[in-house]
């Protein structure tokens, strides 16, 4: 078994309680929270999110989460274990869904996380959106109106589902800490990340939109 120490990331839908977990998970381990979305990125991530173009906010994405991955190195290599709330399998699964085309391939000496997949149902999961403060960007819209392609795309990746349905944020950690982690990817250099080792394929822009059947 590796001895690296943990790399942990959260996954799911908006509403599943990544926000929440996260920096209690990283508290209960001792470990540096990392945004991957580092704080001087923040300027030009608002101006993206304003434009229309899903493959240019992917790409903008993609390199924010490059940027976080060498801090992640830094820290599993000083023995600091790392959370994370989402990693290149949300930027990669909504992109997705959104219809960006671009083919990723991403490189195999990445970081890889322990992930866990937190799924809630789904009166829940619109409940807690709607108790939120924060108006929903464009964005968010159309991710919800594609949630259902969003989770066949995250069905791809090697994960720990965790249902937070009716448990309060304590009953949640309570679980992914209970998480039997010893398997096939227990640590952070275990695991590629996607059902095909760090290839996400081209996806062509459908014209049907976001509504599934």
């Known amino acids: 078994m590796s001895d690296q120490p943990r790399f942990e990331s959260l996954e799911g839908l908006r509403g599943a309680g990544k926000s929440t977990i996260a920096p ?24 993206v999110d304003r434009r229309e173009n899903a493959e240019a906010r992917m790409s903008f994405y ?4 490059f940027t976080a991955a060498d801090d992640i190195r830094r820290y599993l ?15 990669l699964t909504n ?3 959104l219809g960006a085309r671009l083919g990723i391939t991403l490189p195999p000496d990445l970081p890889q996380p322990v992930t866990y997949y937190l799924v809630c149902a789904e009166d829940e999961r619109q409940a807690r ?9 464009r964005w968010d819209a159309l991710v919800e109106s594609s949630s259902g392609r969003v989770s066949d795309a995250y069905a791809g990746f090697p994960m720990y589902p ?25 640590r952070a ?14 996806v062509p822009r459908r014209a049907e939109g976001a509504h599934r059947p």
Not at 79 to 88: A, H, I, L, M, N
Not at 129 to 137: F, I, M, N, Q, Y
Not at 189 to 202: K, M, T
């Open 189 to 202: 250099d275990a695991e590629p990340v996607g059902a095909h080792p760090h290839l996400l394929p081209p």
């Open 24 to 47: 209690m998970l990283a508290a209960a381990r001792e470990a540096a929270l990392v945004p991957t979305v580092p704080a001087f990125y923040q300027p030009l991530r608002r101006e």
């Open 162 to 186: 965790v249902d937070t349905t009716g448990r309060g944020p304590d009953e949640v950690l309570q679980a992914i800490l209970a998480t039997d982690t010893q398997g096939a990817h227990a």
């Open 95 to 97: 992109h997705r869904a």
């Open 62 to 65: 993609l390199s924010a989460l």
């Open 77 to 91: 290599s000083a023995g600091t274990p790392v959370v994370v709330e989402s990693y290149f399998a949300r930027c």
């Open 129 to 137: 959106l709607a108790s939120r403060d924060k108006p929903d960007s």
